[in-house]
C-alpha cells in the first residue's frame, strides 16, 4: 500500500514538473517574451509612426506576404506629431523593401495577437537604416467595433419601435 502511495506522488510530481517545463517553454514562444536568438547586427531599424497601435507589443513579428521579414524592437510616443512611434528591426536578408512600402497592423485571427503586416510598394530606391514608412494604417480595435454595432443597432431599434408602432384606435 505504501509503495501505492509512493507512484502516486511520483507521478504528481513528474506531471507537475512537466507543467512547468511546458509553461516556461511557451513563455519564450510569446511575440513579447524578448528572447532574440539574432545579433542586434543582422537587423536594420525602420521607423513606422501609427495613430493607433492597439496591443501591438514589443518582439511582434512584421511580415511581408505572410514572411516574418523582423520584429518590432521598440514602441514609444512621438510627441512633435502626437502619434505612437514603433521602430521595426528587419533582417538584413530583406534589403530590397521598397521605400513607399506600407504598414498596416494586423491581428492573426478574431482574437489573436497583433502584427504588422507589410505591403510593398513600386519604388526603386529601398528603405535603408532609419528610414521612416510614410505609409501607415493603425490598427482596428475590435472593442471599439463591437461598441459602435451595439450603438447602431439600438439607435436604428429605438427610431424603429416610432416608425412601427401600430396606430391607436380612434374611439
Same mark, same amino acid.
Given at each position: ?12 510530481? *513528474? ?7 511546458? *509553461? ?12 532574440? *536568438? ?28 505572410? %514572411? ?12 512633435? %506629431? ?23 497592423? !494586423? ?20 528603405? !535603408?537604416?532609419?528610414?521612416?514608412? !510614410? ?37
Amino acid at each position: 500500500m505504501a509503495q501505492a502511495n509512493r507512484s502516486i506522488e511520483v507521478g504528481t510530481g *513528474l506531471f507537475v514538473l512537466l507543467g512547468f517545463v511546458a *509553461l516556461g517553454f511557451l513563455t519564450t514562444q510569446l511575440p513579447g517574451s524578448g528572447l532574440h *536568438l539574432k545579433q542586434a547586427s543582422e537587423y536594420y531599424p525602420v521607423i513606422a509612426k501609427f495613430d493607433d497601435i492597439g496591443g501591438l507589443k514589443v518582439g511582434a513579428p512584421v511580415t511581408m506576404s505572410g %514572411v516574418s521579414v523582423g520584429q518590432v524592437s521598440t514602441i514609444g510616443y512621438d510627441m512633435s %506629431v502626437n502619434r505612437a512611434s514603433v521602430t521595426l528591426a528587419i533582417d538584413r536578408h530583406f534589403d530590397h523593401i521598397p521605400d513607399d512600402s506600407d504598414a498596416a497592423i !494586423q491581428t492573426s485571427g478574431l482574437l489573436g495577437a497583433n502584427y504588422i503586416a507589410l505591403s510593398p510598394g513600386g519604388s526603386e530606391t529601398f528603405l !535603408q537604416a532609419g528610414s521612416q514608412l !510614410q505609409f501607415t494604417q493603425s490598427a482596428i480595435v475590435i472593442e471599439n467595433l463591437i461598441n459602435k454595432l451595439f450603438a447602431n443597432f439600438s439607435s436604428s431599434k429605438s427610431s424603429g419601435d416610432d416608425k412601427t408602432s401600430p396606430a391607436k384606435p380612434a374611439k
